[in-house]
């Protein structure tokens, strides 16, 4: 598909007056236009700007092209979302029907998000991992599936990476004072990018046999690895010294972005209350439960005893392959959801160059991708050099209930099977534009509510063993509840400081928050709470756990006898990825609260 250029389409724009639209609008019906300015927009805007994520949805035509990242194509971005902003509210809401109308309301909040990141939050002058981990996904969408032959893909990866020292010549000139810990995280990643270049790309296409794009390859990737060691150089020697800028959004702009993303608006004290409450609840569970495997021992020595139930090294893709069974049988048996398919993900071990930053991920393809269907479930294996401790510490994370709470998450009734539902969403928008408070919400969701409903349960005269396991699942689908409920608070703490005597909550504070309260590790606590500074509203898992839940609880009072756990959540998923107050409406047919 020929992409139409933006000033084509700005012109195009600016001879037709705002009044001059709305009333062809209501002449011409509210519906057919909004398809059109819809279409229009993920062309002329989001895949113009954004190609990588072009890839990503399966779209190849974007496969050769890399983001722009000059701050005189950050105007025209800016410059374009505001024309589409306007164009998007001339639409008449109510002479749409409701689905669309919802997923107007999507399209302008998505727009509204972006221009609040570009005009107000402003990470292009703030975080320089923007620019080198940026690059590092434009390449990598185009290693992770095979949807193209590898001379093709290689091909297209010569073209990106031509483009690529050129990103880092706009970094320097955009990068104005970036808050401190920006600038550390970003010389953090710089070495396992060098080496992701230096190791992983040249492995991923080992099979190409085209000798001029090898050759051509073997030019661009040495100038890529320079430009990324030079940029190493330069935030150490340059851009770390003055990083004095300050990452929190502060509470205006933190209460924007989570009703754009999210459409939650909720006052942030309330909301801060509600975390507080699930974590307090979560806790008190989690002693309980503890207390009832030993009660001579504290919740965190029964945790560490957890973490040395694991199946051996090499049987662990056995272990994952039988859970999906089970959970798929459990799933049939108890009409928890429709699957769509009887296949499963292609369970294999992690890819090199994703070894070192996960240990297990989903991979479904693009909502239009149509060459390469399969969805990888990745897990990563201990290396063979490693020691008997490396093994052990890498083993725990996969202990018993670990196991089980990543299949959830990740596969049955997690992630895998949103993937299965989605030739079924509505439209285009409720693909392409995804709340994460649904799509990390309802995996989180599923984690609990797959336990409740007697997965995992030990059977009727079980051993006190039997008994004792699925008493140390249940405590490690509390520990990752903990996690997201510390996430939850840290989110609106570090970004706010609201409660707080100074209005601050340091960095320090954060950590010692995931340790005492979350139950995790101080390296965990560490990296969570990184990760917090640049994703603002990490809060999502929880916050949408919690939101599905009340759905769901409203949902039952309304239907009583009639409701239907599995009716309930093939509703849910034919919504798409839309906000869950899009989804309320559509299921409860009014506005009340989501929480």
């Known amino acids: 598909m020929a992409i139409r250029s933006l000033f084509t389409a700005l012109l195009g724009i600016a001879m037709l007056s705002p009044t001059a639209h709305a009333q062809r609008i209501s002449a011409d019906g509210a519906m057919q236009t909004f398809g059109f300015v819809s279409d229009q927009y993920f062309a002329d805007v989001l895949f113009h700007f954004a190609p990588t994520y072009g890839t990503q949805a399966g779209l190849h035509q974007y496969d050769t092209q890399l983001e722009d990242y000059s701050a005189a194509s950050v105007q025209k971005q800016i410059a374009a979302l505001h024309v589409y902003e306007k164009k998007v509210e001339e639409i008449p809401a109510d002479a749409l029907d409701a689905s669309v109308a919802a997923d107007r309301n999507i399209l302008l909040n998505s727009i509204r998000s972006q221009l609040l990141s570009l005009e107000v939050i402003r990470n292009w002058e703030k975080n320089p991992d923007n620019y080198s981990s940026g690059v590092t996904n434009s390449i990598f969408v185009l290693m992770e599936r095979p949807f193209a032959p590898p001379n093709t893909r290689l091909r297209a990866v010569v073209e990106r990476e031509k483009q690529i020292p050129q990103v880092f010549a706009e970094a320097r000139k955009n990068l104005k004072n970036p808050p401190h810990i920006f600038t550390e995280i970003a010389l953090e990643q710089i070495d396992g990018l060098v080496s992701f270049f230096e190791k992983d790309v040249p492995a991923a296409f080992l099979e190409a046999d085209d000798a001029k794009a090898k050759a051509d390859f073997a030019r661009t990737n040495a100038a890529v690895i320079q430009a990324l060691k030079d940029y190493g150089v330069w935030m150490k020697s340059d851009l770390l010294p003055r990083s004095n800028g300050d990452y929190r959004l502060g509470a205006d702009t933190f209460a924007k972005k989570l009703s754009y993303d999210e459409m939650v608006d909720i006052p942030l004290d309330r909301l801060l209350q509600v975390a507080f409450d699930d974590l307090h609840r979560n806790q008190a569970e989690f002693a309980r439960i503890a207390k009832e495997v030993d009660p001579n021992k504290t919740p965190q020595q029964v945790l560490a005893e957890l ?3 694991h199946p051996a090294s090499d049987k662990l893709l056995d272990s994952f392959h039988s859970t999906f069974d089970s959970l798929i049988a459990f799933i049939r048996a108890h009409n928890i959801i429709t699957i769509p398919s009887d296949v499963q993900p292609t369970l294999e071990e992690t890819p090199p160059f994703m070894r070192a930053t996960t240990f297990a991920s989903m991979d479904p393809p693009g909502p239009f991708e149509t ?10 294996l201990p290396e063979k050099n490693w020691t008997a401790a490396h093994v052990a510490e890498h083993m725990a994370s996969f202990n018993v209930g670990t196991i089980i709470s ?7 009734p997690g992630h895998y099977v949103q993937f299965l539902w989605q030739n079924q969403f509505p439209s285009k928008i409720r693909k392409l ?7 990390e919400g309802w995996a989180h969701y599923t984690e609990q509510m797959m336990l409740e409903e007697g997965y995992a349960a030990p059977p009727p005269n079980a051993t006190p063993e039997q008994v004792r396991e699925a008493k140390l699942i249940r405590l490690g689908q509390l520990q990752d509840a903990l996690l997201r409920d510390a996430r939850f608070v840290n989110s609106i703490k570090l970004h706010t400081g609201l409660g ?6 340091t960095v320090d504070q954060s950590v010692d928050f995931f340790v005492k309260e979350g ?10 709470t990184k990760r917090g500074t640049a994703d603002a509203t990490y809060l999502y898992y929880t916050l949408g756990k919690l939101e599905i839940m009340k759905l769901r609880e409203d949902l039952e009072k309304k239907q009583g006898a009639a409701f239907n756990l599995q009716a309930f959540h093939d509703s ?6 839309a906000p869950i107050k899009v989804i309320r409406k559509a299921m409860l047919h009014n506005d009340s609260p989501v929480l």
């Not at 139950?519 to 969570?528: M, N």
């Open 500 to 505: 707080e005597p100074n209005g601050q909550w």
């Open 572 to 577: 849910f998923m034919r919504q798409g990825f």
């Open 307 to 309: 973490a040395t139930i």
């Open 519 to 528: 139950y995790q590790s101080r390296s965990v606590g560490l990296v969570e």
């Open 433 to 439: 534009i995804g709340s994460n408070s649904n799509i």
């Open 406 to 412: 990543t299949s959830v998450h990740e596969a049955y």
């Open 371 to 380: 060459r390469s269907t399969k969805a990888y479930f990745n897990v990563t």
